[in-house]
């Protein structure tokens, strides 16, 4: 198995990643209002400060993106029905201003979820997070229930990331051709899938209900969770009062 990705320790439990993830997410999707968003946009750059995140590999996958998150914005931009700023008649197409906003908003929406998903893979270990979905769980993810199984085969899965993250860099920058690279990616992935199988036989993996229930919430856990209910707080204030100004 490769190295795992070099991250800091956090200072939080993984169940606070997971609510703080959350508790982005649901109003990022809802919300209109751009001091709203603000205040979440100033809740995700904190937590990337927290943890020491850079900024470069979040670029990167931007650029991975940049043709979905241009194609969405075209899309908004010209099929948006409303106050015609611009437009081209032979076409039938017209940029509105309506159209402007939504795809601001589209794109905002965007890579906020792309910064949240990579802020929490970044900070957090996969297993550690499955491990704190299971203690959320609680008795549903018991050893012989069906969620159990689930969180089994999610820590597996997960913990299956980091090694594809770091392959896919060398698969991308390697000598050969592409069917080549391809063909050496999919055997290592195997030996990798046959490495982690074994080791869940063998037992030496740990099980997720038993990382749960070593996991402890701390003081700091308490001060970032107010913190983030303050944010939301404020910001659902700041939604509600534009929306009834």
Same mark, same amino acid.
């Given at each position: 198995?490769?190295?795992? =990705?070099?991250?800091?320790?956090?200072?939080?439990?993984?169940?606070?990643?997971?609510?703080?993830?959350?508790?982005?997410?649901?109003?990022?999707?809802?919300?209109?209002?751009?001091?709203?968003?603000?205040?979440?946009?100033?809740?995700?750059?904190?937590?990337?400060?927290?943890? &020491?995140?850079?900024?470069?590999?979040?670029?990167?996958?931007?650029?991975?993106?940049?043709? =979905?998150?241009?194609?969405?914005?075209?899309?908004? =931009?010209?099929?948006?029905?409303?106050?015609?700023?611009?437009?081209?008649?032979?076409?039938? %197409?017209?940029?509105?201003?309506?159209?402007?906003?939504?795809?601001?908003?589209?794109?905002?929406?965007?890579?906020?979820?792309?910064?949240?998903?990579?802020?929490?893979?970044?900070?957090?270990?996969?297993?550690?997070?499955?491990? +704190?979905?299971?203690? !959320?769980? +609680?008795?549903?993810?018991?050893?012989?229930?069906?969620? &159990?199984?689930?969180?089994?085969?999610?820590?597996?899965?997960?913990?299956? %990331?980091?090694?594809?993250?770091? &392959?896919? &860099?060398?698969?991308?920058?390697?000598? %050969?051709?592409?069917? +080549?690279? !391809?063909?050496?990616?999919?055997?290592? +992935?195997?030996?990798?899938?046959?490495?982690?199988?074994?080791?869940?036989?063998?037992?030496?993996?740990?099980?997720?209900?038993?990382?749960?229930?070593?996991?402890?919430?701390?003081?700091?856990?308490?001060?970032?969770? !107010?913190?983030?209910?303050?944010?939301?707080?404020?910001?659902?204030?700041?939604?509600?009062?534009?929306?009834?100004?």
């Amino acid at each position: 198995m490769l190295p795992r =990705l070099d991250r800091r320790a956090s200072p939080l439990d993984p169940r606070t990643h997971l609510l703080f993830a959350l508790a982005l997410l649901l109003p990022l999707f809802r919300w209109e209002r751009p001091a709203a968003l603000a205040l979440l946009a100033v809740a995700g750059v904190a937590y990337g400060l927290l943890h &020491h995140l850079p900024p470069r590999p979040f670029l990167t996958i931007l650029r991975f993106l940049r043709a =979905l998150l241009l194609i969405t914005v075209a899309l908004n =931009l010209l099929l948006t029905p409303g106050h015609v700023l611009i437009g081209v008649a032979p076409l039938h %197409l017209w940029i509105t201003r309506e159209g402007v906003g939504l795809a601001l908003l589209t794109a905002v929406r965007l890579v906020g979820a792309v910064w949240i998903a990579h802020a929490l893979y970044r900070a957090v270990e996969p297993e550690a997070l499955v491990a +704190g979905l299971a203690r !959320l769980a +609680g008795r549903l993810a018991a050893p012989g229930r069906r969620l &159990h199984h689930a969180v089994v085969v999610a820590s597996l899965a997960l913990g299956f %990331l980091p090694w594809f993250a770091a &392959h896919l &860099h060398t698969w991308r920058d390697g000598p %050969l051709d592409l069917d +080549g690279r !391809l063909r050496r990616l999919i055997t290592a +992935g195997e030996q990798e899938i046959t490495a982690r199988a074994a080791a869940a036989e063998s037992g030496t993996l740990t099980d997720p209900t038993t990382a749960a229930a070593a996991l402890r919430l701390s003081a700091a856990d308490g001060l970032f969770t !107010l913190l983030v209910v303050a944010t939301v707080t404020a910001g659902w204030v700041l939604e509600i009062g534009a929306l009834q100004g």
